[in-house]
């Protein structure tokens, strides 16, 4: 999480453009029913797939350690589908030892986003895939090894010809796992029922906890149908997050490095909420684990606010109740028991 409500990302306070723009928001047509048309969230739908066939071939490969070198990880080794569809890491160790950069975000809902990782240097999921695959740090593959361990197994070529009528190439390798990626969405959370019409599906503290969401202004960068994903803002607005850190590593700089602009310092993508109760731990750096805790940081250092227990407590609640299904099965903490 990392927003501010009625700033831009540059830190400056927008004055009555703020209010104009939640006024905006608040009337963002999701069409779904009389309630959802009138919040600045809308509910997610139901993933409906054009091409069954491409989205099993991206699955498989998805979760085949042959896409890194020496067969090692597989996509699925750092983005878990039975959880939270990431690692629960706060820092993922690389291929070489040492920790990377960054929290490895979820993987579900993620093409909701309208730029990919932390800072935001990726435009589409095939690109962000292709630099995950071809890292040294991460998959540590090349396309000539991949692309022969693919060409000569006899299951794999006749998927490949049966989706695309070639061999695996780069480009239908990238396609597949887009497409895969396309159809990992989590609807039908309590909120998106809440959203529908179901007044029931929400508990009171939950409700509340939505109230004060958007009263004190989280709903200004958190909005939309992924509850975020589709802007870039300051982490640290009325506060600096990283006082107290014995350094401030490349990674904290945010889309500094990507853009080498010195106003994009400490900018990063903001994050879906969506599923938050299962993607700790929280921020770029994975800092805190407690949910709670990170509802405090955030209403410091991106509102101005010190909260108190109850309001963390609603907030919190409301939050659970953006926990989605995958495949018609409740997303959880505990890995699913089946086969």
């Known amino acids: 999480m990392a927003t501010n409500s009625g700033w831009n990302r540059q830190g400056r306070e927008p004055g009555k453009l703020s209010l104009l723009i939640l006024a905006l928001l608040a009337t963002m047509t999701a069409v779904a029913s009389p309630l959802a048309s009138e919040e600045p969230i809308s509910p997610t739908q139901e993933h409906t797939p054009s091409d069954r066939k491409k989205i099993a071939l991206g699955e498989s490969l998805f979760h085949d350690v042959r896409l890194s070198h020496g067969d090692v990880v597989s996509c699925a080794s750092c983005h878990g589908l039975d959880q939270g569809g990431d690692d629960g890491q706060a820092r993922t160790r690389a291929a070489n030892g040492r920790l990377l950069d960054f929290n490895t975000p979820t993987v579900f809902n993620a093409a909701l986003n309208f730029r990919f990782n932390w800072r935001g240097n990726f435009r589409s999921l095939e690109a962000q ?90 709903m200004a960068c958190h909005q939309g149908i992924n509850v975020g994903g589709n802007l870039f803002q300051k982490f640290g607005i009325f506060a600096d997050p990283f006082v107290g850190q014995a350094s401030i590593s490349k990674a904290d700089l945010g889309r500094m490095t990507v853009t080498g602009r010195g106003a994009d310092r400490h900018v990063f993508r903001v994050p879906s909420l969506r599923n938050v109760m299962l993607t700790a731990p929280y921020f770029h750096d994975g800092r805190t684990t407690s949910l709670s805790e990170a509802v405090r940081i955030m209403a410091r250092n991106q509102l101005g606010r010190e909260l108190g227990a109850r309001d963390v407590a609603d907030i919190v609640a409301f939050l659970a109740t953006l926990t989605g299904e995958y495949r018609g099965r409740a997303l959880s903490s505990q890995p699913d028991p089946r086969p």
């Open 129 to 218: 895939n292709e630099a995950a695959l071809l890292d040294p740090s991460l998959m540590n593959t090349t396309w000539p090894e991949l692309l022969t361990k693919l060409s000569t197994n006899s299951t794999y070529t006749g998927h490949f010809f049966a989706v695309y009528g070639k061999l695996p190439n780069r480009q239908n390798v990238l396609d597949a796992l887009a497409a895969f990626q396309r159809s990992l969405v989590t609807p039908d959370a309590p909120f998106d029922r809440y959203l529908k019409g179901d007044r029931q599906a929400m508990k009171a503290e939950e409700k509340r906890g939505y109230e004060l969401f958007k009263n004190y202004g989280c």
